[in-house]
């Protein structure tokens, strides 16, 4: 079992940065990958990025390649997502979560979810 807490969520202007961490407090933690994924009022959740158990592997969804980076510090036990140069349409509510030695994008084959962080973003 995998319990995970987001936060670093805020309201904060278009072009600025926010730092987003998410604190894994059981599990073995460097044997998951973690992903980030997104939910804005009346849309579905969408992925934005994973990295794998090793950090080896990365991967962004496309509105955010170049302006979002994820990193994990396995001994802290925590996954980050720096997201910069944030637009109003990055404004949702943000989740972590862990899925155990598999490398998907698939929201539905995550195990593990956080129950969230909120994004703003003002124009």
């Known amino acids: 079992q995998v319990q995970l807490v987001e936060s670093g969520g805020r309201l904060v202007q278009a072009g600025g940065s926010l730092r987003l961490a998410c604190a894994a407090s059981?599990?073995?933690?460097?044997?998951?990958?973690m992903g980030w994924f997104r939910q804005a009022p009346g849309k579905e959740r969408e992925f934005v990025s994973y990295i794998t158990w090793g950090a080896g592997t990365t991967d962004y969804a496309d509105f955010v390649k170049g302006r979002f980076t994820i990193s994990r510090d396995n001994a802290k036990k925590t996954v980050y997502l720096q997201m910069n140069s944030l637009k109003p349409e990055d404004t949702a509510v943000y989740y972590c979560a862990a899925v155990q030695f598999e490398i998907t994008a698939r929201d539905s084959e995550y195990q593990y979810w956080g129950q969230g962080t909120q994004v703003t973003v003002s124009s």
């Open positions: 059981s599990g073995t933690f460097s044997r998951y990958t």
